[in-house]
């Protein structure tokens, strides 16, 4: 098992940014790969960015692609999503998720969501 916390959201004007973080805990954090999802009301849940658990190949949607960075300290057992340039669109709950192995495929373990909020 797999615990995960998410914490760092809130709400920001468009054009700030925000710094998620993702904690975990539970068995060896370094050989997992993490995500970051996020799901805007009405909306499915989205892919955000991913990380491989060396922490050298990182993968975004074309959407944040340029302005979010994901980042990974296995030391530290944290994952972190900067933000810049926000966009009203960006706002949405923010989830991270664990999964063993690379970074496609379905993600076993989730976090419970920290609110991202953009105002125009």
């Known amino acids: 098992q797999v615990q995960l916390v998410e914490s760092g959201g809130g709400l920001v004007q468009a054009g700030g940014s925000l710094r998620l973080s993702c904690a975990a805990s539970?068995?060896?954090?370094?050989?997992?790969?993490i995500g970051w999802f996020r799901q805007a009301p009405g909306k499915e849940r989205e892919f955000v960015a991913a990380?491989?658990?060396?922490?050298?190949?990182?993968y975004y949607a074309d959407s944040v692609r340029g302005r979010f960075t994901i980042s990974r300290d296995n030391a530290k057992n944290t994952v972190a999503l900067q933000m810049n340039s926000l966009k009203p669109e960006d706002t949405a709950v923010y989830y991270c998720?664990?999964?063993?192995?690379?970074?496609?495929?379905?993600?076993?373990?989730w976090g419970q969501g920290t609110q991202v909020s953009v105002s125009s």
């Open positions: 998720a664990a999964r063993s192995g690379g970074v496609t495929g379905s993600y076993d373990y």
């Open positions: 539970g068995r060896p954090f370094s050989t997992y790969a």
């Open positions: 990380v491989n658990w060396p922490g050298n190949a990182r």
